[in-house]
């Protein structure tokens, strides 16, 4: 089990930076897959990114073709998963979730994740 707790949301310009962040406390907060989604109207909740964890204490992230080249996730010592989004366009304006699962894999399927946060809104104005 897992508590997550997003942050660094806002309202920003197109072609602004901005950087989420991803707290976690409880039992997997350093082993469970931590993934990002975003959520936009009218359309699904869509995967866009994630980190999981290996043997040999790696990390490996995966990302979708939507972020690729402008995202970047990233970890520290603290169990906190950040989301460093580049070039932003109003159409990355949406609410922003973490999601946690057990397992190594970073899944698509917002099913597969059992734990979430609340979600922050990101605003990106033309």
């Known amino acids: 089990q897992v508590q997550l707790v997003e942050s660094g949301g806002g309202l920003v310009q197109t072609g602004d930076s901005l950087r989420l962040s991803c707290a976690a406390s409880?039992?997997?907060?350093?082993?469970?897959?931590r993934s990002w989604f975003r959520q936009t109207p009218g359309k699904e909740r869509e995967l866009l990114g994630g980190?999981?964890?290996?043997?040999?204490?790696?990390?490996?992230k995966d990302y979708a073709d939507s972020v690729k080249g402008r995202g970047t996730i990233s970890r520290d010592n603290n169990n906190t998963v950040y989301l460093q989004m580049s070039n932003l366009k109003p159409d990355d304006t949406g609410v922003y979730y973490c999601?946690?699962?057990?397992?190594?894999?970073?899944?698509?399927?917002?099913?597969?994740?059992?734990?979430w946060g609340q979600g922050t809104q990101v605003t990106v104005s033309s």
């Open positions: 999601a946690a699962r057990e397992g190594t894999l970073v899944s698509p399927g917002k099913s597969a994740y059992p734990w």
């Open positions: 409880g039992p997997c907060a350093s082993t469970c897959v």
């Open positions: 980190i999981a964890w290996r043997s040999g204490a790696k990390y490996v």
